[in-house]
């Protein structure tokens, strides 16, 4: 069983940082897909950036230039670096674990319970 574990989540001012982890259990950390999505208030789940275990990336275009997905395998976690947030960034955040080579939401084996990000203006 693999277990995700998010943490970094909280309040911040526009145009600030925050950095999200998610360390996940299991030995085969290294070869999984680990992906985060977001849900804000009142709006379905979307995808926000991905990294295969190969170490190849994609993040939404809403998020490109201002965020950015890594992976320490040593560590058996996934980051999520969030530069210049928008009030829009709000959301709770989600770290999600698949051992296909797909970003999608329904692919997704294992998710954390989440962490808030609040924006304000």
């Known amino acids: 069983q693999v277990q995700l574990v998010e943490s970094g989540g909280g309040l911040v001012q526009a145009g600030g940082s925050l950095r999200l982890s998610c360390v996940t259990s299991?030995?085969?950390?290294?070869?999984?897909?680990m992906t985060w999505f977001r849900q804000a208030p009142g709006k379905e789940r979307e995808f926000v950036a991905g990294?295969?275990?190969?170490?190849?990336?994609a993040h939404a275009d809403s998020v490109k230039g201002r965020f950015t997905i890594s992976r320490d395998n040593a560590k058996n976690t996934v980051y999520l670096q969030m530069n210049s947030l928008k009030p829009e960034d709000t959301a709770v955040y989600y770290c999600?674990?698949?051992?296909?080579?797909?970003?999608?939401?329904?692919?997704?084996?294992?998710w954390g319970k989440g962490t808030l990000v609040t924006v304000s203006s």
């Open positions: 999600a674990a698949t051992p296909r080579l797909n970003f999608g939401a329904s692919l997704m084996e294992y």
């Open positions: 299991g030995r085969t950390f290294r070869s999984y897909t």
């Open positions: 990294i295969f275990g190969s170490g190849g990336t």
